[in-house]
């Protein structure tokens, strides 16, 4: 297991430092929210890797986990990158930039955000393997073991039926965000084959592979794509009880 420190939880790593324009947004309110990314040298960062087809993924959870945005801004002149954004509620917010500088390693930094108002958080889901959004069924199947690499398999249905015509979506059929629940550590996952490979199915299931650091709840949001739109399915899954 590795001894680094999860993603996300720091505002700067490797000489690399998030820097938004507001911590605050007005919840309910549509607003353009701006950041940028500063280099080792201090200087904006305008060169980017594509990962999972995006060259920046942009993450936004309230703090108790309840609410989960996955989105994709744009980059502006001077390294500044832009996204439509709206706090649903006031409360505590969470926001990750998920990216790979140019010729470096990939990285998640994280950044506090708040809605003022009042805010009381809910209590996080129990754990429960099956998930319902929007008419579809996703079911998960496999266990989280602490400090080693594990696969767990996501199976989409729709009225009783296995939806196998899945569409590509950021390369895959299927895009995974873990977070552990109490600091929101941000955990990498990877799907399991490409789309068109040769032996990659487009559903039902879809494999991913994940190592999370220690035991405990984690909150998983699988997005996916069918019909044209973008579904996301949210479970609550625990590390580390179950024997092997």
Do not use: C, N
């Not at 989960?68 to 930039?97: C, I, K, N, Q």
């Not at 790979?100 to 958080?121: F, I, K, S």
């Not at 809910?122 to 594990?150: C, F, I, M, N, Q």
């Amino acid at each position: 297991m590795s001894h680094d420190t999860p993603g996300g939880l720091q505002v700067s790593q490797g000489g690399y430092t998030l820097v938004p324009e507001t911590t605050t947004l007005t919840p309910g309110e549509k607003s353009e929210f701006r950041f940028r990314v500063l280099g080792p040298g201090g200087a904006p960062v305008t060169a980017y890797q594509v990962e999972h087809e995006k060259k920046m993924h942009f993450i936004v959870v309230s703090r108790d986990l309840g609410e989960f945005r996955h989105l994709h801004p744009e980059m502006t002149s001077g390294g500044v990158w832009s996204v439509d954004l709206t706090l649903p509620g006031p409360g505590a917010y969470r926001a990750f930039a998920d990216f790979a500088p140019e010729g470096g390693e990939a990285m998640t930094l994280g950044v506090d955000l708040q809605a003022p108002g009042d805010y009381r958080p809910a209590e996080l889901p129990g754990e429960e393997r099956t998930s319902t959004v929007d008419g579809y069924e996703v079911t998960l199947d496999g266990e989280l073991l602490p400090g080693k690499s594990s696969g767990v398999q996501l199976t989409v249905t729709k009225d009783g039926e296995p939806v196998d015509d899945l569409e590509p979506y950021l390369g895959a059929y299927g895009h995974l965000v873990a977070l552990r629940a109490g600091d929101l550590a941000y955990l990498h996952v990877h799907p399991d084959g490409v789309p068109k490979d040769g032996r990659t199915l487009p559903g039902p299931g879809i494999t991913f592979y994940a190592e999370v650091p220690s035991a405990g709840d984690y909150r998983l949001f699988l997005d996916f794509k069918h019909g044209g739109k973008v579904h996301t399915a949210e479970f609550t899954v625990r590390a580390g009880d179950r024997k092997e």
